[in-house]
Protein backbone atom coordinates (compact mmCIF):
# COMPACT_ATOMS: atom_id res chain seq x y z
CA UNK A 1 0.00 0.00 0.00
CA UNK A 2 0.92 3.35 -0.14
CA UNK A 3 1.58 5.39 2.72
CA UNK A 4 -1.36 8.14 2.39
CA UNK A 5 -0.55 9.59 5.78
CA UNK A 6 2.78 10.42 4.09
CA UNK A 7 1.18 12.22 0.81
CA UNK A 8 2.39 14.29 -1.14
CA UNK A 9 5.77 14.90 0.68
CA UNK A 10 7.15 11.29 0.66
CA UNK A 11 5.84 8.19 -1.70
CA UNK A 12 6.47 5.17 1.13
CA UNK A 13 5.13 1.90 0.09
CA UNK A 14 4.08 -0.39 3.12
CA UNK A 15 3.94 -4.23 2.83
CA UNK A 16 1.82 -6.42 4.91
CA UNK A 17 2.20 -10.11 5.79
CA UNK A 18 -0.70 -10.95 8.24
CA UNK A 19 -4.25 -9.73 8.70
CA UNK A 20 -3.48 -7.87 11.91
CA UNK A 21 -1.12 -5.36 9.91
CA UNK A 22 -3.39 -4.69 7.43
CA UNK A 23 -6.34 -4.18 10.19
CA UNK A 24 -3.66 -1.37 11.27
CA UNK A 25 -3.38 -0.16 8.25
CA UNK A 26 -6.74 0.70 7.52
CA UNK A 27 -7.85 1.72 11.28
CA UNK A 28 -4.91 4.33 10.93
CA UNK A 29 -5.46 5.76 7.49
CA UNK A 30 -2.52 4.28 5.65
CA UNK A 31 -5.29 3.15 3.25
CA UNK A 32 -8.41 4.85 2.99
CA UNK A 33 -11.85 5.29 1.01
CA UNK A 34 -14.44 2.72 0.82
CA UNK A 35 -13.73 0.61 -2.40
CA UNK A 36 -9.83 0.72 -1.69
CA UNK A 37 -10.24 -0.47 2.18
CA UNK A 38 -13.18 -3.22 0.77
CA UNK A 39 -10.36 -4.54 -1.89
CA UNK A 40 -7.72 -4.50 1.74
CA UNK A 41 -10.31 -6.33 3.74
CA UNK A 42 -10.59 -9.05 1.65
CA UNK A 43 -6.75 -9.64 0.84
CA UNK A 44 -6.42 -9.05 4.84
CA UNK A 45 -8.98 -12.19 4.98
CA UNK A 46 -6.66 -14.06 2.43
CA UNK A 47 -4.09 -13.84 4.71
CA UNK A 48 -5.65 -14.51 7.99
CA UNK A 49 -7.02 -17.99 6.67
CA UNK A 50 -3.56 -19.14 5.41
CA UNK A 51 -2.40 -22.46 6.26
CA UNK A 52 -5.68 -23.44 7.97
CA UNK A 53 -8.92 -25.40 6.78
CA UNK A 54 -12.10 -27.03 8.08
CA UNK A 55 -13.28 -25.96 11.50
CA UNK A 56 -10.07 -24.34 12.09
CA UNK A 57 -10.95 -21.88 9.26
CA UNK A 58 -14.08 -21.10 10.35
CA UNK A 59 -12.98 -20.12 13.82
CA UNK A 60 -10.31 -18.23 12.05
CA UNK A 61 -12.33 -16.22 9.84
CA UNK A 62 -14.59 -14.63 12.81
CA UNK A 63 -11.68 -13.87 14.43
CA UNK A 64 -10.41 -12.25 11.13
CA UNK A 65 -13.68 -10.81 10.05
CA UNK A 66 -14.36 -8.96 13.55
CA UNK A 67 -10.94 -7.39 13.99
CA UNK A 68 -11.16 -5.96 10.32
CA UNK A 69 -14.86 -5.09 10.27
CA UNK A 70 -14.14 -3.06 13.86
CA UNK A 71 -11.26 -0.93 11.85
CA UNK A 72 -14.23 1.97 10.34
CA UNK A 73 -17.87 0.87 10.88
CA UNK A 74 -19.51 3.61 8.13
CA UNK A 75 -18.28 2.55 4.34
CA UNK A 76 -20.07 -0.56 3.49
CA UNK A 77 -17.55 -1.87 1.22
CA UNK A 78 -15.80 -3.29 4.10
CA UNK A 79 -18.50 -5.41 5.67
CA UNK A 80 -19.66 -6.41 1.74
CA UNK A 81 -16.05 -7.50 0.70
CA UNK A 82 -15.77 -9.64 4.20
CA UNK A 83 -19.21 -11.00 3.65
CA UNK A 84 -17.83 -11.86 0.40
CA UNK A 85 -14.96 -13.78 1.58
CA UNK A 86 -17.21 -15.59 3.87
CA UNK A 87 -19.35 -17.26 1.13
CA UNK A 88 -16.30 -18.63 -0.34
CA UNK A 89 -15.18 -20.04 3.02
CA UNK A 90 -18.67 -21.56 3.47
CA UNK A 91 -19.12 -22.85 -0.21
CA UNK A 92 -15.35 -25.11 0.03
CA UNK A 93 -15.99 -26.87 3.50
CA UNK A 94 -13.57 -29.57 1.97
CA UNK A 95 -10.89 -27.93 0.85
CA UNK A 96 -6.87 -28.58 2.49
CA UNK A 97 -5.15 -25.55 3.85
CA UNK A 98 -3.34 -24.51 0.79
CA UNK A 99 -6.01 -24.69 -1.70
CA UNK A 100 -8.42 -22.75 0.77
CA UNK A 101 -5.96 -20.05 0.15
CA UNK A 102 -5.58 -20.64 -2.94
CA UNK A 103 -9.41 -20.07 -3.60
CA UNK A 104 -9.61 -17.28 -1.13
CA UNK A 105 -6.83 -15.16 -2.75
CA UNK A 106 -8.74 -15.72 -6.43
CA UNK A 107 -11.12 -14.05 -4.56
CA UNK A 108 -9.69 -11.24 -3.35
CA UNK A 109 -7.79 -10.08 -6.45
CA UNK A 110 -11.15 -10.62 -8.30
CA UNK A 111 -12.52 -7.98 -6.48
CA UNK A 112 -9.75 -5.51 -6.95
CA UNK A 113 -9.43 -6.55 -10.36
CA UNK A 114 -13.96 -6.20 -10.58
CA UNK A 115 -13.37 -2.34 -8.48
CA UNK A 116 -11.15 -1.58 -11.13
CA UNK A 117 -13.08 -2.30 -14.23
CA UNK A 118 -16.25 -0.55 -11.85
CA UNK A 119 -14.67 2.52 -11.77
CA UNK A 120 -14.35 2.65 -15.99
CA UNK A 121 -17.59 2.18 -16.24
CA UNK A 122 -19.11 4.19 -13.81
CA UNK A 123 -16.12 7.07 -15.50
CA UNK A 124 -17.98 6.54 -18.54
CA UNK A 125 -21.51 6.77 -17.30
CA UNK A 126 -20.53 10.26 -15.45
CA UNK A 127 -18.77 11.42 -18.34
CA UNK A 128 -21.80 11.79 -20.19
CA UNK A 129 -23.52 13.73 -17.90
CA UNK A 130 -21.14 16.71 -18.45
CA UNK A 131 -22.21 19.30 -20.83
CA UNK A 132 -19.97 21.70 -20.36
CA UNK A 133 -16.96 22.06 -22.20
CA UNK A 134 -14.73 23.34 -20.51
CA UNK A 135 -15.98 22.01 -17.24
CA UNK A 136 -14.73 23.21 -13.74
CA UNK A 137 -15.61 20.07 -11.14
CA UNK A 138 -15.89 20.94 -7.38
CA UNK A 139 -15.08 17.43 -5.68
CA UNK A 140 -14.30 17.20 -1.63
CA UNK A 141 -12.14 14.52 -0.11
CA UNK A 142 -10.76 12.37 -2.10
CA UNK A 143 -12.57 9.52 -4.59
CA UNK A 144 -9.75 8.58 -7.15
CA UNK A 145 -7.03 5.92 -7.62
CA UNK A 146 -6.26 6.59 -4.22
CA UNK A 147 -9.40 5.40 -2.85
CA UNK A 148 -10.17 2.50 -4.78
CA UNK A 149 -8.57 -0.23 -6.85
CA UNK A 150 -7.48 2.10 -9.39
CA UNK A 151 -8.77 5.45 -11.67
CA UNK A 152 -11.22 6.47 -8.84
CA UNK A 153 -14.92 7.33 -8.18
CA UNK A 154 -15.07 10.74 -8.63
CA UNK A 155 -12.21 11.32 -10.05
CA UNK A 156 -12.70 8.09 -12.38
CA UNK A 157 -15.35 10.41 -14.12
CA UNK A 158 -12.76 13.71 -14.22
CA UNK A 159 -10.69 11.04 -16.01
CA UNK A 160 -13.07 9.79 -18.06
CA UNK A 161 -14.33 13.44 -19.16
CA UNK A 162 -10.86 14.32 -20.20
CA UNK A 163 -10.35 11.23 -21.94
CA UNK A 164 -13.17 11.70 -23.59
CA UNK A 165 -12.09 15.12 -25.05
CA UNK A 166 -13.09 17.71 -22.88
CA UNK A 167 -11.66 20.76 -21.19
CA UNK A 168 -11.77 19.73 -17.63
CA UNK A 169 -10.57 21.43 -14.53
CA UNK A 170 -11.14 20.29 -10.79
CA UNK A 171 -11.59 22.58 -7.74
CA UNK A 172 -10.55 20.66 -4.58
CA UNK A 173 -11.70 21.27 -0.98
CA UNK A 174 -8.64 20.80 1.89
CA UNK A 175 -10.98 18.62 3.07
CA UNK A 176 -10.00 19.47 7.05
CA UNK A 177 -9.06 17.88 9.29
CA UNK A 178 -7.04 14.94 7.23
CA UNK A 179 -6.94 16.72 4.22
CA UNK A 180 -7.41 14.70 1.88
CA UNK A 181 -8.09 16.89 -1.06
CA UNK A 182 -5.40 19.15 -0.70
CA UNK A 183 -3.02 16.57 0.27
CA UNK A 184 -4.26 13.38 -1.83
CA UNK A 185 -6.91 14.72 -4.50
CA UNK A 186 -4.06 17.59 -6.10
CA UNK A 187 -1.58 15.26 -5.61
CA UNK A 188 -3.43 12.59 -8.08
CA UNK A 189 -4.18 14.88 -10.54
CA UNK A 190 -0.82 16.92 -10.48
CA UNK A 191 0.41 13.58 -11.79
CA UNK A 192 -1.81 13.08 -14.52
CA UNK A 193 -1.54 17.17 -15.54
CA UNK A 194 -5.23 17.61 -14.69
CA UNK A 195 -5.48 21.38 -13.44
CA UNK A 196 -6.47 21.42 -9.95
CA UNK A 197 -7.05 24.47 -7.44
CA UNK A 198 -7.08 23.53 -3.81
CA UNK A 199 -9.20 26.10 -1.94
CA UNK A 200 -9.91 25.62 2.09
CA UNK A 201 -13.64 24.42 2.59
CA UNK A 202 -15.00 27.29 3.78
CA UNK A 203 -14.66 29.06 0.37
CA UNK A 204 -16.80 26.32 -1.41
CA UNK A 205 -19.86 28.84 -0.84
CA UNK A 206 -17.78 31.57 -2.30
CA UNK A 207 -16.60 29.78 -5.73
CA UNK A 208 -20.43 28.62 -5.94
CA UNK A 209 -22.16 31.73 -5.78
CA UNK A 210 -19.63 33.15 -8.29
CA UNK A 211 -20.03 31.01 -11.12
CA UNK A 212 -16.94 29.18 -11.21
CA UNK A 213 -18.41 25.15 -10.87
CA UNK A 214 -20.32 23.46 -13.50
CA UNK A 215 -20.99 20.61 -10.99
CA UNK A 216 -20.01 18.92 -7.62
CA UNK A 217 -19.06 15.23 -7.96
CA UNK A 218 -18.12 13.28 -4.64
CA UNK A 219 -18.11 10.27 -3.82
CA UNK A 220 -19.58 8.03 -0.68
CA UNK A 221 -18.63 5.52 1.70
CA UNK A 222 -22.42 4.43 1.97
CA UNK A 223 -25.61 5.26 0.33
CA UNK A 224 -28.75 4.23 1.85
CA UNK A 225 -31.97 2.29 -0.19
CA UNK A 226 -33.36 5.72 -0.20
CA UNK A 227 -30.27 7.59 -1.77
CA UNK A 228 -29.47 9.10 1.72
CA UNK A 229 -25.39 9.24 1.01
CA UNK A 230 -22.56 8.76 4.00
CA UNK A 231 -19.21 10.99 2.48
CA UNK A 232 -16.30 12.69 4.44
CA UNK A 233 -17.67 15.14 6.56
CA UNK A 234 -18.00 18.57 5.08
CA UNK A 235 -20.06 16.97 1.99
CA UNK A 236 -23.51 17.91 3.47
CA UNK A 237 -22.61 21.54 3.37
CA UNK A 238 -21.72 21.26 0.28
CA UNK A 239 -24.77 19.41 -1.30
CA UNK A 240 -26.99 22.25 0.90
CA UNK A 241 -24.71 25.42 -0.95
CA UNK A 242 -24.70 23.58 -4.33
CA UNK A 243 -28.65 23.63 -4.36
CA UNK A 244 -28.71 27.02 -3.02
CA UNK A 245 -27.11 27.70 -6.38
CA UNK A 246 -28.71 25.55 -8.87
CA UNK A 247 -25.47 23.68 -9.70
CA UNK A 248 -25.85 19.68 -10.26
CA UNK A 249 -24.55 17.38 -7.23
CA UNK A 250 -23.83 14.10 -8.23
CA UNK A 251 -22.63 11.65 -6.06
CA UNK A 252 -20.14 8.50 -8.15
CA UNK A 253 -21.18 4.95 -6.37
CA UNK A 254 -19.87 2.02 -7.25
CA UNK A 255 -22.67 -0.83 -6.19
CA UNK A 256 -20.51 -2.45 -3.61
CA UNK A 257 -21.08 0.90 -1.59
CA UNK A 258 -25.01 1.22 -2.06
CA UNK A 259 -26.13 -1.01 1.00
CA UNK A 260 -29.88 -1.80 -0.17
CA UNK A 261 -30.51 -3.24 3.97
CA UNK A 262 -29.86 -0.12 5.20
CA UNK A 263 -33.21 2.12 4.69
CA UNK A 264 -32.33 5.61 5.55
CA UNK A 265 -29.50 7.70 6.47
CA UNK A 266 -30.29 7.88 9.47
CA UNK A 267 -29.51 4.37 9.94
CA UNK A 268 -25.68 4.61 9.16
CA UNK A 269 -23.03 4.25 11.72
CA UNK A 270 -20.77 7.30 11.41
CA UNK A 271 -17.46 7.07 12.63
CA UNK A 272 -16.36 9.07 15.26
CA UNK A 273 -12.30 10.02 15.49
CA UNK A 274 -9.87 10.54 17.79
CA UNK A 275 -10.27 14.62 18.74
CA UNK A 276 -6.30 14.96 18.34
CA UNK A 277 -6.83 15.30 14.47
CA UNK A 278 -8.40 18.26 15.37
CA UNK A 279 -6.28 19.46 17.96
CA UNK A 280 -2.99 18.51 16.39
CA UNK A 281 -1.28 19.42 13.02
CA UNK A 282 1.90 17.13 12.03
CA UNK A 283 2.32 16.47 15.59
CA UNK A 284 2.07 20.16 16.57
CA UNK A 285 -0.61 21.33 18.94
CA UNK A 286 -2.85 23.84 17.05
CA UNK A 287 -5.84 23.73 19.79
CA UNK A 288 -5.89 24.84 23.63
CA UNK A 289 -4.71 21.50 25.25
CA UNK A 290 -7.96 20.06 27.48
CA UNK A 291 -10.51 21.37 25.66
CA UNK A 292 -13.19 19.04 24.23
CA UNK A 293 -13.69 17.97 20.35
CA UNK A 294 -16.23 16.25 18.24
CA UNK A 295 -14.97 14.94 15.11
CA UNK A 296 -17.29 12.53 12.94
CA UNK A 297 -15.33 11.32 10.16
CA UNK A 298 -18.58 11.42 7.64
CA UNK A 299 -21.94 13.21 7.41
CA UNK A 300 -24.90 12.04 5.59
CA UNK A 301 -26.47 14.15 2.64
CA UNK A 302 -30.63 13.49 2.25
CA UNK A 303 -31.42 12.39 -0.58
CA UNK A 304 -33.39 15.14 -1.97
CA UNK A 305 -30.13 17.42 -2.23
CA UNK A 306 -28.66 14.86 -4.69
CA UNK A 307 -29.19 15.48 -8.43
CA UNK A 308 -28.32 12.04 -9.73
CA UNK A 309 -25.87 8.97 -8.45
CA UNK A 310 -23.53 7.35 -11.08
CA UNK A 311 -23.05 3.56 -10.88
CA UNK A 312 -21.17 1.37 -12.85
CA UNK A 313 -24.56 -0.06 -14.39
CA UNK A 314 -25.98 3.18 -15.37
CA UNK A 315 -27.23 6.55 -13.72
CA UNK A 316 -30.03 6.68 -10.83
CA UNK A 317 -31.93 9.05 -10.50
CA UNK A 318 -34.94 10.03 -8.01
CA UNK A 319 -36.89 8.22 -6.62
CA UNK A 320 -33.77 6.62 -5.60
CA UNK A 321 -35.70 3.62 -3.95
CA UNK A 322 -36.75 2.38 -7.06
CA UNK A 323 -33.87 3.75 -9.30
CA UNK A 324 -30.99 2.46 -7.05
CA UNK A 325 -32.93 -1.66 -6.70
CA UNK A 326 -33.72 -1.58 -10.61
CA UNK A 327 -29.70 -0.87 -11.31
CA UNK A 328 -28.80 -3.62 -7.67
CA UNK A 329 -30.61 -6.23 -9.81
CA UNK A 330 -29.95 -5.34 -13.60
CA UNK A 331 -27.80 -8.40 -14.77
Known amino acids: MIDQ ?23 TMVIRGAPAIGVAAAMGVALGIRGVSGSRAQRRFELVARTLKATRPTAVNLAWAVARMRRVLDENPALDAAALFRRMRSEALAIYHE ?29 GAL ?5 GTALGVVRAAR ?8 IADETRPFLQGSRLTAWELRKDRIPVTVIAD ?3 GTVLRAGRVDCVIVGTDRTAA ?10 YPLAVMAARHNVPFYVAAPLSSIDLDCGRGDDIPI ?6 ELTEFAGQQIAARGVKTFNPAFDVTPAELVTAIITERGVARPPYGKSLAELNNRA
Do not use: F, W
Open 5 to 27: RLLPAREVIRTYRDYTGVAQAIR
Open 115 to 143: DLAANRALGKYGAELIESNPVTILTHCNA
Open 147 to 151: ATAGY
Open 163 to 170: EAGKQVSV
Open 202 to 204: NMA
Open 226 to 235: NGDVANKIGT
Open 271 to 276: EERAGT
